[in-house]
């Protein structure tokens, strides 16, 4: 068997591996740095979802969660997809798993099912739109009014949602586990302790935490604002990931992550999205393993909902 790279050798190695495989790197924020910077596209699940759609390489190596390298093969069944680590999953996929919705849909069937992204191929296949956290606003407002909406699986994300739009909704009873741990205590422990700070959060927070933030959205949309306004102090309240590309784009600026449940604890790293390293993300392109493989009825029906989601944003 042929050696591994040493943890120095590494970095050059992946890169060759890249380059033989004919793949194309996708990372979400919330991956390490080290991850984050040998990627060709760093991006939140709406941008990584089109660039999967778009990419034109054999290989598509998906450094994210399971969810996300599954819409990339719905989206481009013909390229290989594969990520670090198949065990990356997600609380809030977990939350909505297919039979219960298929369950809850048959005994009201006339609510047109919205599904946030973060669910799996066959929780899409039943729903009738699809939404990221950077188009959920403008795709709920466009929905017809003359039928109940149901939206799942993240409970905070649909409560932001109707408070944004005026539309009601049912609230699948799902969280992202580390959203919902920042606590609104901690939240104003630090916002004493950095007077004027602007707190940026996602809107997978609770609302008793999004009723002190001065900006909510997307993982790009706080990237965004980090970047334009002009305050030198930041409190962001999401996973800690997204601090890399902040302090790239504002090395003049101090970014505070909000660290969860206790001002100690590190409730803001995803356990899902750090399970995928450098060594993983090397031996899935070497391997070509683990693979997305999914069933062609499955997938075309899971595609449906992701293709009215495209073509609203
Ligand atoms: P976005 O990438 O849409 O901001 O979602 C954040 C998230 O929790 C991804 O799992
Ligand atoms: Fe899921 Fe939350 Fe992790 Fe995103 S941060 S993958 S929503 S558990």
Redesign the pocket.
């Known amino acids: 068997m042929v050696a591994e790279p040493s943890p120095a050798e590494l970095p050059d190695a992946f890169r060759t591996l890249v380059q033989e495989r004919n793949a194309v790197v996708l990372a979400h924020y919330?991956q390490d740095s080290t991850l984050q910077d040998l990627a060709d596209h760093v991006g939140d699940s709406l941008q990584l979802a089109v660039a999967a759609q778009r990419c034109e390489a054999d290989v598509i190596l998906f450094c994210g969660?399971h969810f996300m390298a599954e819409t990339a093969k719905i989206l481009n069944p013909s390229r290989r997809v594969v990520l670090p680590d198949l065990d990356a999953g997600?609380?809030?996929a977990d939350a909505a798993p297919a039979p219960a919705l298929a369950a809850w849909k048959a005994a009201h069937p006339d609510h047109i099912i919205v599904s946030y992204i973060?669910c799996t191929a066959a929780t899409k296949a039943l729903s009738d739109v699809i939404v990221t956290s950077s188009n959920a606003r403008r795709i709920v407002s466009a929905l017809p009014t003359d039928r109940p909406i149901l939206f799942g699986p993240d409970r905070h994300l649909g409560a932001w949602l109707v408070a944004q739009t005026g539309r009601p909704m049912d609230l699948w009873p799902g969280a992202?586990?580390?959203?919902e741990a920042v606590a609104e205590r901690v939240v104003l422990d630090l916002r004493a302790r950095h007077p004027g700070a602007p707190i940026l959060a996602h809107p997978?927070c609770p609302a008793e935490v999004l009723i002190h933030a001065d900006f909510v959205g997307s993982t790009t949309a706080l990237l965004q604002r980090a970047t334009t306004d002009p305050a030198t102090t930041f409190l962001v309240a999401t996973?800690s990931g997204i601090l890399h590309k902040m302090r790239l784009a504002r090395p003049d600026a101090t970014f505070v992550a909000i660290p969860g449940r206790d001002i100690s604890c590190a409730c803001n790293e995803?356990p899902?999205?750090r399970r995928n390293t450098l060594l993983k993300a090397y031996r899935a392109l070497r391997d070509l393993a683990p693979e997305i493989e999914l069933e062609e009825s499955l997938r075309l029906a899971a595609k449906r909902p992701l293709d009215a989601m495209l073509a609203m944003s």
């Open positions: 919330y969660v997600c609380s809030l973060n992202c586990i580390v959203h997978e996973e995803c899902h999205m």
